[in-house]
């Protein structure tokens, strides 16, 4: 069980693009998703707590018109980053809380700018 | 903001050898976390702690939970080539928002 799907798994886009990234819980429903952001040979780093139903939170620095997030299910969020540039390109990795004791990871989605 | 310190940052092994590592924060956290990441995969969640003192085992790994409610380690016995990988600690203080260490890559030489 706890089963986080993200979809695509990679993807390579034009500058001026948006990309979006969907974070699927498989087999329960979660009240709350966080999407991460990682660089490589780094931790990760949270962008963003989104709660199904309400707007997302975003952690300082991490711009809410660029990254927009919408929890429309307890199943379903998603990741929209708008006019992707080069120094988007990262790792972005989304989890999906049970009950608010963990967090259970998608695969991640590697989404390079060109 | 919460700070979270991960233990050691690399660790060269042989197969075989027992492996710690752990975590400290600033501050006090209800919920302790230890994940696996594989690179190009999101990290896989090992061990969750919830009490003060708790001590939990996953097959060859035990994670404990401290007393002081500030640190947890992670240990591996017998380690094997597929344990190879960079842990990840995470805590929580509230239930909805987790800080996560910095990690700690481990590379086990069969």
């Known amino acids: 069980g706890a089963v986080v799907s993200q979809h695509p798994s990679r993807v390579i886009c034009k500058s001026g693009t948006s990309v979006k990234i969907e974070c699927r819980s498989l087999?329960?429903?979660?009240?709350?998703m966080f999407w991460y952001r990682q660089f490589p040979k780094q931790s990760l780093m949270l962008m963003a707590t989104?709660?199904?139903?309400?707007?997302?939170?975003?952690e300082q620095g991490v711009e809410k018109d660029k990254f927009l997030i919408n929890h429309a299910s307890l199943t379903l969020s998603t990741l929209t980053v708008t006019s992707a540039h080069p120094e988007d390109s990262s790792f972005y990795i989304c989890s999906a809380s049970v009950q608010g004791k963990t967090q259970y990871f998608g695969p991640g989605t590697r989404l390079l700018v060109l | 903001g919460q700070q979270l310190n991960q233990s050691p940052q690399s660790m060269f092994i042989q197969e075989g050898e027992d492996v710690s590592m752990n975590c400290t924060s600033s501050s006090i956290f209800n919920t302790w976390l230890w994940y696996k990441q594989d690179p190009g995969e999101g990290p896989v969640l090992l061990i969750a702690l919830y009490k003060a003192g708790e001590l939990t085992s996953n097959g060859r790994l035990t994670a404990q939970f401290g007393i002081t409610r500030k640190d947890s380690f992670l240990n591996i016995s017998a380690s094997i080539p597929s344990d190879v990988g960079i842990y990840f600690c995470a805590g929580s203080d509230n239930f909805n928002k987790f800080y996560f260490g910095s990690g700690t890559k481990l590379n086990v030489k069969p």
């Open positions: 087999d329960f429903q979660a009240t709350t």
């Open positions: 989104s709660n199904e139903g309400s707007k997302a939170t975003y």
